[in-house]
Nanobody
Framework: QVQLVESGGGLVQAGGSLRLSCAAS????????MGWFRQAPGKEREFVAA????????YYADSVKGRFTISRDVAKNTVYLQMNRLKPEDTAVYHC??????????????????WGQGTQVTVSS
């Protein structure tokens, strides 16, 4: 059974940093695209970042480009999201997800097949 478990969320002041982790189990996803999405209260879930299988191309939403970095540790079957210079508008529940098929749109949530339960990130002003 595939499971994705996020960790690393919390409360941080504006300008601070957090590092989210997403550990996958039940299957190896070294060749699959993995992504991060977020959902703020009262808003739709939105794309944040994605990383493909080797060679590990990365993609970001414009709102986080230059502040967030997605990476993966293939040996640990884990994907990370380093979030720097956080802003109050980054407050949301952050979910990781994985695609089981290749060459799919990385920005579209329905192209992802497995999801984690989410981790809360709160940025105070």
């Amino acid at each position: 059974q595939v499971q994705l478990v996020e960790s690393g969320g919390g409360l941080v002041q504006a300008g601070g940093s957090l590092r989210l982790s997403c550990a996958a189990s039940g299957r190896t996803f070294s060749r699959n695209t993995m992504g991060w999405f977020r959902q703020a209260p009262g808003k739709e879930r939105e794309f944040v970042a994605a990383i493909t299988g080797s060679p590990g191309y990365t993609y970001y939403a414009d709102s986080v480009k230059g502040r967030f970095t997605i990476s993966r540790d293939v040996a640990k079957n884990t994907v990370y999201l380093q979030m720097n210079r956080l802003k109050p508008e980054d407050t949301a529940v952050y979910h990781c997800a994985v695609q089981t098929k290749y060459y799919r749109n990385y920005r579209t949530e329905h192209e992802y097949d497995y999801w984690g339960q989410g981790t809360q990130v709160t940025v105070s002003s």
